[in-house]
């Protein structure tokens, strides 16, 4: 599950891109400063998806297509596209920290968000956070009626007319299946009937819901504890018939003593609410860090592996080189013996003309000889480069001599651990106090010389 830090952004950004013709046309890109993301995100009732990304990242481009493909299944989804370079304010403001992120929202609210190009996992918060209808800043309250705690039980503009209570409110694992109950002076009939059911009376319940802004039962719960009921019971028949929760008696106003005993049932039910809460909100934070954890890990391991590739494509172009030039010295070195072979021929057949002596008949050159293979150069000093499990990396200077035992101990030196084995790229081989020989093969002889990487490893 790659990722690219927010650290790697590239300066400037530019005018905005036009939408890919292969892209699906239920992703809208989002451009401009955090107002305008935030308009958009507050615009709809459906589930938003918000996709953070860069044109730059590899593992943004790795995930788009089935980002793509999920917008085209989702019609019910609302899909945004934001480019950090583009829309920076915006990354800033959502606090993006590597690409790509993915977050989720529902009426404005963040419901969630993960890091990493891991198709799986979006595909689980999509389906997960479609099925909820929960709003941030409440969990689910498990009395059959479906509501949410702290978050809107109801969608006023999406209401039908004349719906009853019992048809439109069906609860599936705590959360609305259905559309929203008819409203009853504003009201929502469901939360009215869970307030009575704790032991308040139908006026004082509605005074509460209103007091509190209509949606929120727990605080229209502790409204209702803190003020005296006075004449709510008069206030609700005054209301006419249709305000009466469908299936809801109307009940006998109670003595002191029920009102206590209710009053401490209801604490008891609110604290055990409350700990509800707070455990779905720390699962909640358990697994967001998971999969920051889990994101950041293989952002490492790719870094890891990237590395490792660019480090062999090195020491093979080193090789390259030397053999190219080590072919090069002897055709140079072959040329040289032929040149100086044809000027002595050239030079006895002079002197023998000016002696008066006849030419000497011509002896053949003699037959052209493989190039003699190139002198290995002596090098007296190799430099080894170290990597670090911390992903460091020093330069030391050694003798070809030197044994690889001698770079174990500067190495554990470096590294404060002692107990320590290193690695080899070209051919990979492990070398440790115990393994690979290392007290006896010199850096000659692990052809680490003129130059040699070593990777560290704690055993």
């Avoid at 999406?158 to 609305?176: D, H, L």
């Avoid at 509605?206 to 008069?234: F, I, P, Q, R, Y």
Wanted: some cysteine; hydrophobic content about 35%.
């Amino acid at each position: 599950m790659p990722v690219h830090t927010l650290g790697d952004l590239k300066k400037g950004g530019g005018a905005p891109r036009p939408q890919n013709a292969n892209e699906s046309k239920n992703i809208k890109w989002v451009t401009g400063d955090n107002s305008d993301f935030a308009a958009e995100i507050r615009k709809t009732t459906k589930l938003v998806v918000a996709y953070f990304t860069a044109s730059w990242c590899g593992p943004c481009k790795a995930i788009s297509p089935r980002f793509s493909e999920l917008a085209d299944q989702h019609t019910d989804v609302v899909f945004l596209k934001i480019d950090v370079d583009e829309a920076s304010e915006i990354a800033r403001d959502r606090g993006i920290k590597a690409m790509p992120t993915f977050q989720f929202y529902r009426r404005g609210d963040k419901l969630g968000e993960f890091s990493g190009a891991n198709p799986t996992q979006l595909v689980a918060e999509i389906e997960k956070y479609k099925s909820q209808s929960t709003t941030p800043g409440g969990s689910t309250l498990n009395s059959g009626g479906g509501y949410v705690l702290g978050g809107s039980a109801t969608n006023r503009d999406e209401k039908p007319e004349g719906q009853s209570v019992a048809a439109e409110t069906t609860a599936t694992n705590n959360t609305f299946t259905e559309p929203p109950p008819q409203l009853i002076n504003g009201l929502n009939p469901i939360l009215i009937a869970t307030l009575v059911e704790m032991g308040f009376t139908q006026g004082h319940a509605m005074k509460g819901l209103k007091a509190t802004g209509s949606d929120n039962v727990e605080a229209a719960a502790d409204w209702c504890m803190t003020h005296e009921d006075k004449g709510s019971d008069a206030a609700a028949s005054d209301a006419s018939d249709d305000m009466v929760v469908e299936g809801q008696e109307k009940k006998q106003p109670l003595t002191e003593e029920q009102k206590a005993e209710q009053k401490l049932k209801l604490e008891q039910r609110l604290v055990k609410l409350r700990e509800d809460k707070a455990k779905e909100e720390a699962e909640a934070a358990r697994l967001r860090e998971i999969s920051r954890r889990a994101g950041g890990k293989d952002a490492a391991d790719a870094k890891r592996k990237y590395e490792d590739k660019q480090m062999e494509l090195k020491l093979a172009r080193e090789r390259k080189e030397k053999e190219e030039d080590a072919r090069a010295k002897a055709a140079i070195k072959a040329k040289i013996d032929q040149d100086k072979r044809e000027r002595a021929a050239e030079a006895a057949a002079r002197q023998a003309k000016a002696a008066g002596n006849a030419a000497p008949s011509a002896v053949p050159a003699p037959a052209a000889t493989a190039p003699a293979p190139a002198e290995k150069k002596e090098y007296t000093q190799s430099l080894i480069q170290l990597r670090f499990p911390n992903g460091t990396m020093q330069k030391a200077k050694f003798t070809p001599t030197d044994t690889l035992a001698v770079v174990l101990e500067h190495a554990g030196m470096l590294l404060g651990d002692h107990n320590i084995s290193l690695v080899s790229n070209f051919p990979k081989k492990v070398y440790s106090k115990t393994e690979g020989n290392a007290q006896n093969v010199t850096l000659q002889q692990a052809d680490l010389v003129p130059t040699g990487t070593l990777i560290v490893s704690k055993r």
